[in-house]
């Protein structure tokens, strides 16, 4: 079955600090990763997925399939960035498909 | 850009009692929508699978009796919780899917907290 492992629930760095929000996977076929973003008092959001390879309010992720991770990167964390971080992935299965959650990871950027 | 829109946001309910939450896509259709369940501090839990014309997909350890899940509609999805008890309490969200396309975005309704007494 798969999973998706996120292993801090709470990351806290300053404003300005590189931050790393880490995801392991385990999945025996091609996954489809994503991030998705909670801000206080709004509804769960996308922010960017693998295959994208973009970057979205100066977030990346690379999908490394040799240790089987899609960390998220940000090289300079701001206030705003504060918010629930959740990675997915979703099985290659035809339409029927569904998104598997990680457990998250909180992000809090203090000044 | 999707807007999913979920009803009630809060609901408090006696035990034994039924509850109904609506889940709409407002401006796409979405032939298939899921509903999760988040206990406090934890993950989103998926439940099933609702499909627009067929049976919801509920995953395993999920009571079908007990959470029904009908989806009439390109754009409304319902999940009604019967019978509810103290521990049903708890975060229900809603999402939708863009399109077919089994990687396409999901978008999530804002969620339901349901007490249940």
């Known amino acids: 079955a798969q999973r998706v492992t996120q292993p801090e629930k709470l990351l806290s760095v300053f404003k300005g600090a590189p931050v790393e929000l880490k995801c392991n996977y385990s999945?025996?076929?091609?996954?489809?990763l994503f991030w998705y973003v909670q801000y206080s008092r709004q509804r769960l959001q996308l922010l960017l997925r693998h295959i994208s390879r973009e970057s979205i309010k100066g977030f990346t992720a690379d999908l490394n399939k040799g240790e089987t991770s899609f960390h998220l990167k940000k090289p300079f964390a701001q206030e705003e960035d504060s918010a629930m971080y959740y990675c997915?992935?979703?099985?290659?299965?035809?339409?029927?498909?569904?998104?598997?959650f990680g457990t998250g990871t909180r992000l809090q950027v203090t000044l | 850009g999707a807007v999913v829109s979920q009803h009630p946001s809060r609901v408090i309910c006696k035990s034994g009692t039924s509850v109904k939450i609506e889940c709409r896509s407002l401006?796409?259709?979405?032939?298939?929508m899921f509903w999760y369940r988040q206990f406090p501090k934890q993950s989103l839990m998926l439940m099933a699978t609702s499909n627009e014309g067929s049976k919801a997909t509920y995953e395993q350890g999920v009571e079908k009796d007990k959470f029904l899940i009908n989806h009439a509609s390109l754009t409304l999805s319902t999940l009604t919780v019967t019978s509810a008890h103290p521990e049903d309490s708890s975060f229900y969200i809603c999402?939708?899917?863009?399109?077919?396309?089994?990687?396409?975005?999901?978008?999530f309704g804002n969620g339901t907290r349901l007490t249940v007494t």
């Open positions: 997915a992935l979703t099985l290659r299965t035809g339409t029927a498909s569904k998104l598997t």
């Open positions: 999945y025996s076929g091609s996954p489809e």
């Open positions: 401006d796409f259709q979405a032939t298939t």
């Open positions: 999402s939708a899917r863009v399109g077919v396309v089994y990687n396409s975005p999901l978008h």
